[in-house]
């Protein structure tokens, strides 16, 4: 037993080689699960000798691994998003209309004004302006919008792969939206169909809306369409309106570096309009000016030239007076025609050339005696015989304020009311030379005192028209009564409420300059009044005529007589009375006005061609320093008419009269006056049957010495039969103050002091 356990062989793993190499059960190192320290060490000395020699292959392969992966899930992914998009899109484009529904909407309609010589006033409408094509406009307006806005227009197919992908890689770096990738097309898609909602519904609803459009209309159509409708700030549509608002010209003619401020404007058409911010506009116009440069659109002398163009600076409103009359023609155009469905052309009555020599005669003396007067604004209507308004100014400004002083505000007229009052006592049967007493008169608590306080005594009515003399018109006012001056305005044009009160005799009822210049018309045509229009006629952009004034008959309002008496008695006014600063080669007749304190001044005068009003004042209703109607308005109405009757044949005023000796009086007898100060209104209280005044003005210099009796017209009394007054306590004017009577017969008072 022992010998065989002698003789036994044990395996053994720490032996030397030797033994290993026995024969018998052994385990090699390669057959250790866990191979030991030193057998391992020893690999690793093999592996790096061997890594030294292929790791260069290796590492080529491993990289090349890296990057199939990446592109694999780059391109499960691209798969995954496509069919996202594709499914988003299948969505919303699902809530849409059948395309075979889709159509382009009608352009806004666009109202153009033109004068009565075809030139354009004015564009009204939502757009402002009408469309021009594309080959009409200035070939740099569409080479400006393409380089700065879509280069790649012409050759994308809606949507700009290549923009849309550098605008998202800038937004991103710059970690805030700065830049968009959308396209003409897309933003005409947009303007035309869409709401501005930044949503994702809108933006897929924009890509197949562009898509369609391109389909539909070629790349010319698109554009002209896109400029012909895009906003470009301060509330114009379209290039057309831009130019007019910021230029004052048509796209046809806008120079280089206006294209380019126009263009620029459509990054931010508020913020960089010039009307608001001209250096903001100005930078802008220059990135554009060196896109087109880039893109070969000009050439370095052109941008050279563009970049030393003077800064655009545009009023923050239109400017132009023709804009009143245009404003004036939008409130009227509904009750001729209706709602506008299309594009329309209305001829005016208006001159340009008048209108312009208006405001500018306007503007020229408020510039230059303005401040020293303190006179801020002022207004012009000029009126043919036919009733068409020639030219029509509504204020200093449109571009400052739209609000139209000349049809209306209302104002007290002044003295530029006594024509009424003087023509209802001609009809009553008084003539210009009917004398009345010129002196210190009350009624009830009022005592309507001369300019001045200068009277006359014993004066034709002729002679107290062309002074203003307030006394005597209070007293006419008394003898025909207050409704017979409010009928004879009424029927002469006046459509104001007027107060049927004895102070209306000195213009203290309230008119608008268009309806007083209005109602004078009647003496300047012979006596018939006519329908004051502004519209000739009304087109469409076709020429097929939609309104026509047809220039009908007037009716007469005014007997013949009656317009020959009124017009000899206001030619003295520019004669020899308050406006001789008006008086010019032609025949003209007319009336000044001043209200108290000088808060208004008015000239309302006319030749047998045009009537013309003028008035200036503040809209505050503040006094102007000693501005009265034959200063200011003579001298504006003395230029405008000048410049309006050159190289027209001079026509004399309709109507002839002539004074009767017997009833004039001696002119030695009438003291002297300074023929340029017309009378002033007191302070009364319209409305009321026996209006007060408190007499606002300093001490009146002494009077002209000279017996007068003071008249207290205040309770008229009928004559009892033996002939005396039927009260007592009234003074009573001497009997011949109105002239010899022509028969005797049962008289009144009233029938005394008018000489009837």
């Known amino acids: 037993m022992a010998n065989r356990r002698d003789s036994r062989i044990e395996p053994s793993f720490e032996g030397p080689p030797q033994a290993r190499s026995q024969p018998g059960l052994s385990v090699s190192e390669e057959d250790r699960v866990v191979p030991s320290n030193r057998k391992a060490s020893a690999k690793r000395k093999s592996s790096k000798a061997k890594s030294s020699r292929g790791g260069r292959g290796r590492s080529r392969r491993g990289l090349f691994g890296v990057l199939g992966r990446l592109f694999y899930w780059c391109f499960v992914l691209a798969i995954w998003g496509g069919i996202a998009v594709a499914g988003v899109v299948i969505y919303y484009g699902a809530k849409m209309p059948a395309a075979t529904t889709w159509s382009i909407p009608d352009r806004a309609p666009n109202i153009k004004i033109v004068s009565a010589d075809g030139q354009l006033l004015a564009n009204r409408g939502m757009s402002g302006g009408e469309a021009v094509g594309l080959h009409e406009m200035s070939p740099y307006i569409p080479e400006a919008v393409i380089a700065i806005e879509d280069r790649r227009f012409y050759s994308h197919f809606g949507v700009d792969p290549i923009g849309l992908s550098r605008a998202m890689v800038t937004n991103l770096l710059g970690g805030h939206f700065s830049q968009g990738g959308s396209t003409l097309t897309q933003q005409l898609a947009k303007n035309l169909f869409l709401k501005p909602d930044r949503t994702l519904e809108r933006k897929v609803q924009e890509v197949l809306l562009a898509l369609w459009l391109e389909h539909k209309h070629t790349k010319d159509q698109i554009l002209e369409m896109y400029l012909n409708r895009v906003y470009f700030g301060s509330g114009a549509f379209g290039v057309e309106a831009a130019s007019r608002r910021y230029f004052g010209k048509s796209a046809r003619d806008v120079t280089l570096s206006e294209a380019a401020l126009l263009a620029g404007l459509l990054k931010a058409p508020s913020r960089l309009s010039p009307a608001r911010d001209p250096k903001a506009a100005e930078e802008r116009s220059q990135l554009v000016l060196a896109a087109m440069r880039e893109e070969g659109k000009i050439s370095d002398k052109e941008l050279k030239t563009a970049l030393s163009a003077p800064a655009t600076r545009a009023p923050s409103y239109w400017t132009g007076s023709e804009n009143y009359v245009a404003d004036t023609i939008m409130e009227e155009l509904p009750d001729l025609i209706g709602d506008v469905r299309g594009d329309i052309v209305i001829d005016s009555t208006v001159d340009l050339n008048l209108q312009k020599l208006a405001e500018q005669s306007i503007r020229r003396l408020i510039d230059e005696s303005g401040k020293k007067l303190n006179v801020t604004q002022g207004a012009l209507v000029s009126i043919d015989d036919s009733g068409a308004v020639r ?321 207290d017209a205040d309770g008229f009394n009928m004559p009892a039969d033996d002939g005396t007054t039927a009260s007592v306590g009234h003074p009573v004017p001497p009997g011949d103050v109105g002239g010899p009577l022509k028969k005797k017969k049962q008289t009144s008072i009233l029938d005394i002091l008018g000489g009837g």
């Open 391 to 711: 030219a029509m100014v509504g204020g200093y400004d449109y571009s400052t304020s739209q609000f139209d002083r000349a049809s209306e505000a209302r104002r007290q007229p002044g003295s530029a009311f006594k024509p009424f009052v003087y023509m209802a006592a001609l009809e009553a049967g008084r003539t210009p030379d009917s004398i009345r007493n010129d002196a210190p008169i009350k009624i009830g608590n009022w005592t309507p005192d001369n300019y001045g306080g200068k009277y006359f005594g014993k004066v034709t009515l002729a002679t107290a028209l062309a002074k203003s003399l307030n006394s005597v018109a209070a007293q006419l006012t008394m003898e025909v009564g207050p409704n017979a001056v409010v009928e004879a305005a009424h029927r002469m044009g006046i459509l104001s409420e007027l107060q049927a009160n004895t102070s209306i005799a000195l213009g203290t009822s309230e008119v608008t300059p268009l309806e007083l210049t209005s109602a004078y018309v009647p003496f300047a045509n012979g006596g018939y009044k006519p329908d004051i229009h502004f519209i000739r006629r009304i087109t469409t952009a076709e020429g097929k005529v939609l309104y026509d004034s047809g220039g009908g008959s007037a009716p007469r309002v005014v007997k013949p007589e009656i317009v020959g008496m009124m017009n000899s008695m206001m030619t003295g006014t520019v004669e020899v009375g308050t406006a001789k600063k008006a008086a010019f080669a032609w025949p003209s007749a007319g009336k000044t006005g001043t209200s108290q304190n000088s808060r208004d001044a008015w000239f309302v005068g006319y030749t047998a061609n045009l009537t013309t009003g003028v008035w200036f004042g503040n809209d505050d209703g503040t006094a102007m320093k000693k501005v009265t109607g034959g200063a200011l308005p003579a001298q504006a109405w003395h230029e405008f008419m000048v410049a309006a009757h050159e190289g027209v044949p001079v026509r004399p005023l309709p109507g002839t009269w002539k004074s009767t000796p017997a009833d004039t009086i001696v002119p030695d007898d009438i003291p002297s006056v300074d023929n340029n100060q017309p009378a002033p209104v007191l302070s009364v209280s319209v409305g009321q049957p026996a209006p007060t005044a408190q007499a606002t003005q300093a001490p009146a210099p002494a009077r002209v010495a000279r017996p007068s009796q003071t008249v």
